[in-house]
């Protein structure tokens, strides 16, 4: 049986990228009923809305789900923790930070702990630290990137020799091809942010998914790299206009301000693309239709396995 699954209790090893402030509760459901892995983001949420996210969550699926904990972004990780031991969520993902001191309370609490890394060293530091699973994300992934840039294509292969536990591929993957060959990296499974958005369960504004069903390869673009605080966001003009104050050397703060949360729901949510910006990964351009999530994972279940064998007839 896949590791991946087996740790997971899921049915397909296909798990869902947290959103940030705009993940929501009829997505992460409707892929964790599908038999993947639904994640809810908690971005810079409110305990409050934390708590009511994973409420909602849990009264649309009995199947097991996962919360996200951006260690660096939340100022509210104590009160997340203790929502999820409260309302027993079976799985953590650990990102944007040092996993290592929070892993062992999750773990004694019987939770799976899933730690996002991009580069060998962080994957092996997350291994030694107790993590289940490892997501390696490569820099063709949505939203806020790490600065190594490594992409999933040359990450993968190194990471799943360096560790021991599974590995999840994140990042350029959207279709039932991406799955086959994140499986033929060594991979044991996939994480997806982007496909999921355009989907019709995502509680997302209809021209947020009709940019990414018109979408072509060039139309993402990344901000933030002069400020170490890099994003890979669909290009609009309120990503056009970051990526021109950042060229007139604007300071980081302003930069900062800029994209937080709050401009990240005008895009996403509002639908409001010249107040507001909206995260696509490099597989914009194979977004061509807007199913529902458990025929998007039907297909590319299907597809991964026709390409296998292709493949094999291949070599």
């Known amino acids: 049986m896949n590791p991946v ?14 959103m940030g402030n705009v993940s929501n509760a009829p997505l992460s ?21 934390i708590e009511q996210l994973i409420i909602d969550t849990k009264k649309r699926t009995g199947n097991p789900f996962a919360v996200n904990i951006p260690l660096s972004v939340t100022p509210f990780v104590k009160e997340a923790v203790q929502s999820m031991f409260q309302y027993e969520v079976p799985v953590v993902v650990l990102s944007a930070g040092n996993p290592a001191p929070y892993i062992p309370k999750f773990k004694e609490n019987g939770l799976t702990v899933i730690c996002v890394v991009a580069s060998v060293k962080h994957a092996q530091k997350a291994e030694k630290a107790g993590a289940d699973i490892i997501v390696a994300e490569g820099y063709e992934a949505a939203g806020i990137n790490a600065t190594e840039e490594s992409t999933t294509m040359t990450l993968i292969p190194q990471v799943t020799d360096a560790v021991k536990i599974p590995v999840v591929a994140a990042g350029g993957i959207g279709d039932g091809r991406g799955l086959a060959a994140a499986l033929s990296l060594g991979a044991t499974g996939v994480q997806m942010g982007t496909r999921f958005i355009a989907t019709q369960e995502g509680v997302f504004h209809e021209s947020y998914k009709q940019k990414l069903v018109e979408a072509n390869d060039t139309d993402t673009t990344i901000v933030g790299r002069k400020y170490g605080k890099i994003r890979r966001l669909l290009k609009t003009a ?61 297909r590319m279940v299907k597809e991964a396995e026709q390409q296998l064998k292709v493949i094999e007839r291949l070599l």
């Open 29 to 49: 459901a409707a892929i964790s009923e599908a038999g993947g892995l639904g994640t809810i983001g908690i971005g810079t949420l409110s305990p409050v809305e």
């Open 5 to 18: 699954c087996q740790l997971l209790n899921i049915r397909y090893p296909i798990l869902q990228g947290g």
């Open 238 to 298: 309120y990503a056009e206009q970051l990526q021109k104050d950042e060229a007139a050397g604007v300071d980081q703060q302003t930069f900062i301000d800029k994209t937080t949360e709050e401009f990240h729901l005008r895009g996403a949510v509002q639908g409001n693309f010249a107040e507001g910006f909206i995260n696509s990964g490099q597989i914009a351009g194979l977004v061509g239709d807007v199913p529902t999530v458990d025929g998007l994972i039907q």
